[in-house]
């Protein structure tokens, strides 16, 4: 389902390129949980930033079902991203202005044709145990409620991918367990293909497969 190939990725910066990935190979087949840990630095996020297509890597590919991600235009690489690959970044990214449900909502709202936006997003955050917060803004959220928006939003286009940032960096540790077991609980239910970063080696080890990153390479 995802095959990476000779990935590279360099930053210019004012003292020379930072090479952040330096040829990756990388398989992962359809519905496995895949953890990815390294020590800071290690180019795990530049890794998922050009698997969910929103970093050009600077040599390779990624290919996704199938499609090779990075050759298409703009527009439907913006498509294929809204549709197959969702994302949990590291901090919540909701939009402030918005309530639970339409932040859930939003990637069907901007695709568009989703009669059923709202009613998919309802049913999605009641799920996810957030059903007395559906029309509660970010702010009015604690840390983990709003993440586990931040998966709703996520998962509400059905991605066959879902990437996940270190979901959990800035929550106390029982919310961190909560919040991966939901993930964990996700990817069993739905078949998700899920491929997660995280600092927490005991978390890690739950996965079907941890692969290590160090200096922009993985190590055996
Ligand atoms: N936009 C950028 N410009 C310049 N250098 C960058 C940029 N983004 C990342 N880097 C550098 O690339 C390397 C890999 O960074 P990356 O964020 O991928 O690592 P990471 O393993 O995700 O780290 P962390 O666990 O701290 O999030 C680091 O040396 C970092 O300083």
Redesign the pocket.
Known sequence: MLACRALE?S???DRGP????RGVDLDVAAGRYTTII????????????MIGGLSRPSAGRVVIEGVDIWALGRRDLARFRNRRVGHVF?FASLLPTLRALDNAALPLLLDGGHADAYDRATALLEELGLGAHLDAFPSEMSAGEQRRVAIARALIGEPALLLA??PTADLDEQTEREIIALLGRVHRERGTTLLL?T?NLALAAQADEVIH?AD?MIVP
Do not use: N
Not at 39 to 45: E, F, L, T, W
């Open positions: 990725k930053y210019a910066t930072v090479h952040a990935m390294g020590r800071s630095g290690s180019g795990k996020s530049s890794l998922l930033a590291q940032d270190e970063v600092h990153i922009g």
